[in-house]
C-alpha cells in the first residue's frame, strides 16, 4: 500500500485531529471503547496493533 505511506508515519491522535474527531466520536464511528482510542492515540499508525489498526487505516482512507 504506497498510498498511505506518509499516514503511517504519524500518531493516531494527529490523524484524528486532521478529520476532526474527538476520541469519542471515532470510537462511536468505528464501534469499540473510548478507552481503546485513547489507549493507542501517541503511537504512530504503523505501531497500532492489527486489527484496530486496518479499521482504522479504512477510516482515515476516507
Do not use: H, Q
Not at 503511537?43 to 492489527?50: A, F, M, T, Y
Amino acid at each position: 500500500m504506497f498510498f498511505n505511506f506518509g499516514m503511517k508515519n504519524k500518531t493516531v491522535k494527529e490523524l484524528r485531529k486532521d478529520k476532526m474527531y474527538t476520541a469519542k466520536e471515532l470510537a462511536a464511528k468505528l464501534n469499540i471503547s473510548t478507552s481503546l482510542i485513547l489507549k493507542v492515540d501517541y503511537l504512530k499508525l504503523k505501531d497500532v496493533p492489527e486489527p484496530l489498526k486496518s479499521s482504522l487505516i479504512m477510516f482515515f482512507e476516507d
